[in-house]
C-alpha cells in the first residue's frame, strides 16, 4: 500500500508542477550578430562550433496582463541535459546591466521589475568545449507565485518523505499528511477560485509538518559554493568567464534570498576577477563586507600536494593568506581543498605555522578500495603537528561508484541532506554536519530551487537534520568544541588518494618544467639574499611565483588538462626562465676580462659534487673532470662544492678533438664476448667466467620491439 501511495502522490506532484506557468510563453524575438551583420534569428535553429562566441539582441515587452504574475526569462539549449562543463553558457543583459549567468542548470532569470515601455535585451553565448551544433530558445514565462509556492512545499515534503523511506524515520508521519494534502489539492477547473482554495488548504496542511517539538539534535551547516577548476576542459581564461558568469548569478540569488550565503576559495580567482571585472568585484567585496560571501581556502590556487614542492607549498599558504588579509582584512583559517589528488603528510606542519588550523576536503571518498575511517579527525603531521581535518559527506545519488562516495558538487534536497547525515562517521562526537551544495567544475554554484528548499529545512522535520549554520569557519569551532569534550580519533601520515594515479606520470614535460622553475625561484631568492638584498625585486619576484603557482593547480601540474592548458604553460614557463636567467646574470656579471672563466653557485644547504652544463665546444675544464656532447657542450664535474657558495670553473683550449669510433660486431669485455648482426641487435653472450653462451641458438637480444595498441 505504501509504494501505491507513494507514486500516486508523486503524480499528482507532476500535475501540480503542469500548472506552474499559468500564460502561454512568448517567444523573445532576436537578432543575431553575423559575419554579414545582425540577422534575425529563428528560435530552434540548430548553429554553433567549438570555443565560440555568439551575441543577440532584442526588445522585451511586458504584457499588462502579467503584471500580478512572477514573469521570468527562459531561455535554453537543451532540456535534457546537466552538465555544465562543457555545454553553452549565456550572460543576459537588460538595459546593457550584466544581470545573471544561464546553463544548463540555470535556465530562468526572474525580473525584480521592468519598464513597461520595454526594455533591450543582449544575450552573450559561449558555446562550450565540444564541437555541436544546439538550438537556442528565448522566452517570456508568467509563473503562478501560488502554484509555485503550493509545489516548492510539496517537493520538498515529498522528497523528505523518500529520503525517510531511504534511511529510516518516521515514514508514517509524511504519509499521513502528504496523502492528505494530495487530497485536498482540485485540478477541476485549473486557476479557479476552488483551485486556489485547495492551494490555501493544501499549504496549510503541510505547514502542519514544521513543529517545533519534532526538532532533533541532528544539524546541518550547507555552504553555498561552486568548485571552478582554473583549467580542465577548459583553458585559464574560459575559467575566469565562468567565474564571472558564476559569480553573477550568485549576487542575483543573494537579491533573491537575504538568508543566502557562499564562499569561495582560490585568491588567483579574486585577483583574475579584479584585474577583468572590477564593477563584479566590488560587488563581491561588499558582499564580504556584510557577512554574506565566506572567503576562505589560504592557498593561493587549490593546489597539487603530491609533486609540488615544500617552498612552493609554502608560497601557496603565503600570497594566499596574505591576499586575502589585504583585501578583505580577513585572516584564512580554513584550507578548502575539496578535489585535490591527495596531500602531503607535510602540510599540517605548514597549516599550524601558518595560523590556518582547520582543513576541508572530500576527494578521498573517491578511493578505489579503502575507506578512510574517519570523516571529522586530528591530521597528525610527520612533525607531529595536528590540524582539526573533516571530509564533507555530501552524497551523490547519481554518481556512486563506492557506498562512501561524497562529492564536493552537491545537491541541496532533502534526500542529499538526510543521506549527508546518515553518511557521517562521527555521528556520536559530533552531532552536525557540513555540505557543499551547488553545481561546480564548470562552475554555475546553487540553483533557486535548492535554496527555496534550503529555506524550508530550517524548520524541524521529523526525522530530518535541520539546516542550522551557514558558515564554514563557524562549522569547524563547533567541532572543535565537541573534540574537546570526546576522544577525538587522530590519522598520522600521508593522506594518500587511491585514485587518478596516472597524474604522477602524465605531461611529464609539465612536471619537468615546474620543477626547473621551482629550483630557480628558490635559487633567485637565495642570491639576492647573498649578492643584492639591497635591491630585491619583491615585485618582480612575486609576479613570478604567482605565475609558477597558478600552474601547480591540481588539474594543470598533474597533467589532467586538455591540450591547450599546455600550449600556454609552455609559453609560461619559457617566460619564467628568460626573467629567471636575466636576474642570474645580473647578481652573477659575467667579467669580459675573463671569458674563459664562468661561475657556478650551489644553491642547496649541503655541500656536493655538481655536473654543470657549459656552451662551449674546443675547451676543457682546468683541474676538474669534464667531457663534451655529441651537439657541442661541455660537462664539468665539480667536486664538494660548499653550500650556498660560488666556484669558478677555469677553461683551457682542449688539446685534441677525440675522433669517434665505430662500434665493432664483435666485443669483448672482461666477463663477456658479445656479437652483433648488422642491427646491433646480439645474437650471442658468451660467459667467460662459466665458458657457455648465455643466449640460445637462434635467439636474439638487445630487439627493438613496438607492440601493436
Not at 507514486?7 to 507532476?14: D, G, H, T, V
Not at 517567444?27 to 570555443?51: L, R
Not at 642547496?604 to 665546444?617: D, E, K, W
Request: aromatic share 12%.
Amino acid at each position: 500500500m505504501t509504494n501505491f501511495e507513494f507514486e500516486r502522490i508523486q503524480k499528482i506532484l507532476i500535475k501540480l508542477k503542469s500548472f506552474r506557468i499559468k500564460e502561454q510563453p512568448i517567444a523573445i524575438p532576436v537578432d543575431m550578430q553575423t559575419s554579414e551583420g545582425w540577422q534575425p534569428y529563428a528560435q530552434g535553429t540548430f548553429f554553433g562550433s567549438k570555443n565560440q562566441y555568439y551575441t543577440f539582441k532584442g526588445r522585451i515587452h511586458i504584457p499588462a496582463d502579467w503584471q500580478e504574475q512572477t514573469v521570468a526569462i527562459r531561455i535554453y539549449t537543451s532540456l535534457n541535459e546537466w552538465d555544465n562543463t562543457t555545454n553553452p553558457q549565456m550572460k543576459v543583459y537588460l538595459n546593457e546591466s550584466f544581470v545573471q549567468a544561464i546553463d544548463v542548470n540555470h535556465r530562468e532569470v526572474l525580473l525584480d521589475s521592468w519598464d513597461e515601455r520595454g526594455m533591450d535585451f543582449r544575450l552573450e553565448l559561449f558555446s562550450g568545449r565540444e564541437e555541436k551544433q544546439f538550438p537556442l530558445y528565448l522566452q517570456l514565462i508568467a509563473i503562478d507565485p501560488d502554484v509555485e509556492k503550493t509545489g516548492l512545499d510539496f517537493t520538498t515534503l515529498f522528497e523528505t518523505w523518500r529520503a525517510i523511506r531511504k534511511f529510516g524515520g518516521e515514514e508514517r508521519f509524511y504519509q499521513q499528511h502528504l496523502s492528505t494534502a494530495a487530497n485536498i489539492l482540485d485540478f477541476c477547473s485549473p486557476y479557479s477560485e476552488r483551485f486556489y482554495h485547495s492551494l490555501t488548504l493544501a499549504q496549510a496542511e503541510l505547514a502542519k509538518c514544521y513543529q517545533e517539538e519534532n526538532v532533533t539534535t541532528e544539524k546541518v551547516t550547507a555552504i553555498g559554493h561552486t568548485h571552478i577548476d582554473l583549467a580542465w576542459l577548459w583553458t585559464v581564461q574560459q575559467a575566469i568567464e565562468k567565474g564571472e558568469r558564476s559569480f553573477q548569478t550568485v549576487l542575483k540569488l543573494m537579491d533573491e534570498f537575504p538568508d543566502y550565503t557562499f564562499l569561495q576559495s582560490q585568491p588567483q580567482m579574486y585577483q583574475f576577477i579584479k584585474e577583468q571585472y572590477p564593477e563584479l568585484y566590488q560587488a563581491i567585496k561588499e558582499k564580504i563586507q556584510s557577512g554574506r560571501w565566506e572567503v576562505e581556502g589560504a592557498m593561493w590556487v587549490e593546489a597539487d600536494c603530491n609533486l609540488t614542492s615544500g617552498e612552493s607549498l609554502v608560497r601557496q599558504l603565503l600570497y594566499g593568506k596574505r591576499f586575502i588579509k589585504q583585501e578583505f582584512g580577513i585572516d584564512s583559517q580554513m584550507l578548502w581543498l575539496p578535489d585535490v589528488f591527495g596531500y602531503s603528510a607535510a602540510l599540517p606542519q605548514l597549516l599550524k605555522k601558518t595560523n590556518t588550523p582547520y582543513f576541508m576536503t572530500t576527494k578521498l571518498s573517491w578511493n578505489q578500495y579503502n575507506q578512510i575511517p574517519y570523516d571529522s579527525f586530528y591530521w597528525q603531521g610527520i612533525d607531529g603537528s595536528q590540524v582539526l581535518t573533516h571530509f564533507i559527506t555530501t552524497i551523490s545519488e547519481g554518481y556512486s561508484p563506492t557506498p562512501y562516495y561524497t562529492t564536493y558538487n552537491g545537491l541541496l534536497d532533502p534526500y542529499t541532506i538526510k543521506g549527508s547525515f546518515a553518511r557521517y562517521q562521527q555521528k556520536e562526537i559530533h552531532d552536525e554536519i557540513m555540505i557543499a551544495y551547488g553545481y561546480g567544475d564548470g562552475g554555475g554554484g546553487p540553483t533557486r530551487n535548492m535554496l527555496e528548499c534550503q529555506k524550508r529545512l530550517q524548520q524541524p522535520l521529523p526525522s530530518m537534520p535541520t539546516i542550522t549554520g551557514d558558515k564554514a569557519v563557524a562549522y569547524f569551532q563547533r567541532l572543535a568544541q565537541s573534540f574537546e569534550a570526546a576522544a577525538a580519533p587522530v590519522w598520522y601520515g600521508e593522506l594518500y588518494f587511491e585514485y587518478h594515479r596516472g597524474t604522477l606520470t602524465s605531461i611529464g614535460k609539465n612536471k619537468r618544467n615546474n620543477r626547473q622553475g621551482e629550483n630557480m625561484m628558490q635559487t633567485l631568492e637565495k642570491l639576492y639574499t647573498l649578492r643584492g638584498f639591497d635591491h630585491y625585486p619583491r615585485k618582480a619576484l612575486e609576479k613570478m611565483w604567482k605565475l609558477l603557482l597558478l600552474n601547480q593547480f591540481h588539474d594543470i601540474l598533474p597533467g589532467s588538462s586538455i591540450e591547450e592548458v599546455y600550449q600556454q604553460t609552455d609559453q609560461d614557463y619559457a617566460w619564467l626562465k628568460a626573467e629567471g636567467q636575466a636576474m642570474i646574470k645580473q647578481l652573477i656579471p659575467e667579467d669580459p676580462a675573463q671569458k674563459d672563466v664562468f661561475t657556478v653557485f650551489n644553491g642547496l644547504g649541503i655541500q656536493r659534487t655538481m655536473h654543470v652544463q657549459l656552451p662551449v665546444s674546443a675547451q676543457t675544464a682546468i683541474g676538474m673532470p669534464s667531457q663534451r656532447t655529441h651537439d657541442g657542450q661541455l660537462i664539468v664535474q665539480v667536486p664538494q662544492a660548499d653550500s650556498l657558495s660560488f666556484t669558478p670553473i677555469r677553461l683551457q683550449a682542449a688539446e685534441s678533438v677525440q675522433s669517434v669510433r665505430t662500434l665493432p660486431q664483435r666485443f669483448e669485455t672482461t666477463d663477456f664476448v658479445v656479437i652483433f648482426n648488422a642491427q646491433f641487435e646480439i645474437v650471442s653472450l658468451f660467459d667467460k667466467k662459466h665458458q657457455r653462451d648465455v643466449l640460445p641458438k637462434g635467439e636474439v637480444m638487445n630487439q627493438l620491439v613496438a607492440d601493436e595498441l
